[in-house]
């Protein structure tokens, strides 16, 4: 039995997002563009590694194996001379959304070496969770900016909802649930996105056991690396849901960071942990986004970035200057400030909540700038409810 999600408002942003990703023509060459540069101190590193949950069949295709999930990492690099900057995407996976969009894709160039070696000391982890059908690479503009900041990202494919996923062996996995590259696939049935949203939870916490029998293990790139006394969970749409969700359930989660999720019914959700929720061009509140508001119990900050889009937290607010017809708009601040803000926020809330550092201004009040950025803290009404605690972000 799953969790039974409140999902009318995620279909009605897949149907927003499908209609963008079908607009989409082949421009006459292919051109080259490159992820925006991290703003951190440290080069950035990364790899891949595939784990197996002895315990769990796979969900979603029965009698066939145990359950199989490729992990994305990011990390802070202490050297990258003698290194190779890595692929945007695997080739196969590449290749497999350039055929289903009819779309010839561009040569993305990344600012990750591939397998650097660690910088010294412990790095907290962030867990990152993908929207409905998308992939473990659509937010690589955030995972290298974390990680440039010191903090190990590891982005999560969820096989067989996932359109593609590549293992290391050169299987191509792709999503029984259809993409949201092709709508004709897609599926968007309240069953479907309930039980997808059911998997994840299940899949977040067997990486948590994989991450830490690596950090345990010797010889491994992250050996004895990673901070598991504080981690973060970070997710998109559906895996916005899946975020805030996993924070209440799973003890090993300290804080929550929702990306434009739709809101689901309040008596799923009671936490006390920090909660920072990054919403997009909204022109009303619902009354559920009210009910969440409410039902978050500990610190929570809520930024909205007025005027922009559903896809504008991912990698689509920047391919989106290559490729205007996804319209992932940034509102009036512009794409370079919008995506400022967008890491910014989510560096402020973890460096506080993680790593104890003095509070940032952005998480007391407006910043000047970024004018477009409305600013709701824990202190606040969402929907005019009479709200008399302080702001009071706890360790």
Same mark, same amino acid.
């Given at each position: 039995?799953?969790?039974?999600? %409140?999902?009318? %408002?995620?279909?009605?942003?897949?149907?927003?997002?499908?209609?963008?990703?079908?607009?989409?023509?082949?421009?006459?060459?292919? @051109?080259?563009?490159?992820?925006?540069?991290?703003?951190?101190?440290?080069?950035?590193?990364?790899? $891949?590694? +595939?784990?197996?949950?002895?315990?769990?069949?796979? @969900?979603?295709?029965?009698?066939?194996?145990?359950?199989?999930?490729?992990?994305?990492?990011? #990390?802070?690099?202490?050297? &990258?001379?003698? #290194?190779?900057?890595?692929?945007?995407?695997?080739?196969?996976?590449?290749?497999?959304?350039?055929?289903?969009?009819?779309?010839? !894709?561009?040569?993305?160039?990344?600012?990750?070496?591939? +397998?650097?070696?660690?910088?010294?000391? *412990?790095?907290?982890? &962030?867990?990152?969770?993908?929207?409905? =059908?998308?992939?473990?690479?659509? #937010? =690589?503009?955030?995972?290298?900016?974390?990680?440039?900041?010191?903090?190990?990202?590891?982005?999560?494919?969820?096989?067989?909802?996932?359109?593609?996923?590549?293992?290391?062996?050169?299987?191509?996995?792709?999503? &029984? !649930?259809?993409?949201?590259?092709?709508?004709?696939?897609?599926?968007?049935?309240?069953? $479907?996105?309930?039980?997808?949203?059911?998997?994840?939870?299940?899949?977040?916490?067997?990486?948590?056991?994989?991450?830490?029998?690596?950090?345990?293990?010797?010889?491994?790139?992250?050996?004895?690396?990673?901070? *598991?006394?504080?981690?973060?969970? /970070?997710?998109?749409?559906?895996?916005?849901?899946?975020?805030?969700?996993?924070?209440?359930?799973?003890?090993?989660?300290?804080?929550?960071? &929702?990306?434009?999720?739709?809101?689901?019914?309040?008596?799923?959700?009671?936490?006390?942990?920090?909660?920072?929720?990054?919403?997009?061009?909204?022109?009303?509140?619902? %009354?559920?986004?009210?009910?969440?508001?409410?039902?978050?119990?500990?610190?929570?900050?809520?930024?909205?970035?007025?005027?922009?889009?559903?896809?504008?937290? $991912?990698?689509?607010?920047?391919?989106?200057?290559?490729?205007?017809?996804?319209?992932?708009?940034?509102?009036?601040?512009?794409?370079? +400030?919008?995506?400022?803000?967008?890491?910014?926020?989510?560096?402020?809330?973890?460096?506080?909540?993680?790593?104890? +550092? =003095?509070?940032?201004?952005?998480?007391?009040? @407006?910043?000047?700038?970024?004018?477009?950025?409305?600013?709701?803290?824990?202190?606040?009404?969402?929907?005019?409810?009479? /709200?008399?605690?302080?702001?009071?972000?706890?360790?």
């Amino acid at each position: 039995m799953w969790t039974c999600f %409140s999902l009318r %408002s995620l279909k009605t942003e897949l149907a927003v997002v499908i209609a963008l990703f079908v607009q989409v023509a082949a421009p006459a060459a292919r @051109p080259v563009v490159r992820v925006p540069p991290p703003t951190g101190p440290y080069k950035v590193g990364t790899f $891949s590694a +595939k784990t197996t949950d002895p315990n769990r069949d796979d @969900p979603y295709i029965a009698n066939v194996r145990k359950r199989e999930l490729l992990i994305r990492l990011w #990390y802070p690099a202490s050297l &990258v001379q003698g #290194y190779e900057l890595a692929e945007y995407a695997s080739p196969k996976v590449w290749l497999y959304l350039s055929q289903i969009t009819g779309v010839e !894709l561009p040569e993305i160039k990344t600012n990750s070496w591939r +397998k650097a070696p660690v910088a010294r000391g *412990l790095h907290p982890l &962030v867990l990152l969770t993908h929207g409905y =059908t998308g992939t473990l690479t659509d #937010y =690589t503009f955030l995972a290298e900016d974390l990680a440039s900041r010191g903090y190990v990202v590891a982005s999560v494919a969820h096989t067989y909802e996932s359109t593609a996923v590549e293992f290391p062996d050169g299987r191509l996995a792709i999503s &029984v !649930l259809g993409s949201h590259f092709r709508p004709d696939t897609l599926r968007t049935d309240e069953q $479907s996105l309930s039980y997808a949203a059911h998997v994840r939870l299940q899949d977040l916490s067997s990486v948590l056991d994989e991450l830490q029998r690596l950090n345990d293990s010797h010889g491994i790139l992250i050996s004895g690396k990673l901070d *598991l006394r504080h981690i973060a969970i /970070m997710g998109h749409s559906l895996g916005g849901i899946a975020a805030i969700t996993s924070v209440m359930r799973e003890p090993r989660f300290a804080a929550a960071i &929702v990306l434009d999720a739709p809101a689901i019914a309040t008596p799923v959700i009671r936490t006390d942990k920090p909660v920072l929720i990054l919403a997009a061009g909204r022109d009303q509140w619902g %009354s559920r986004d009210c009910q969440l508001w409410r039902s978050l119990r500990g610190p929570r900050v809520l930024v909205h970035l007025r005027g922009a889009e559903h896809l504008t937290a $991912s990698d689509a607010i920047w391919l989106a200057e290559q490729f205007p017809e996804l319209e992932a708009h940034a509102g009036a601040m512009g794409p370079e +400030k919008t995506i400022s803000a967008m890491r910014n926020y989510i560096a402020a809330f973890l460096d506080y909540i993680l790593l104890g +550092k =003095t509070m940032s201004p952005l998480l007391l009040r @407006p910043s000047p700038d970024y004018p477009d950025v409305a600013f709701t803290s824990e202190k606040q009404p969402l929907c005019g409810e009479v /709200m008399k605690r302080e702001l009071r972000f706890a360790k």
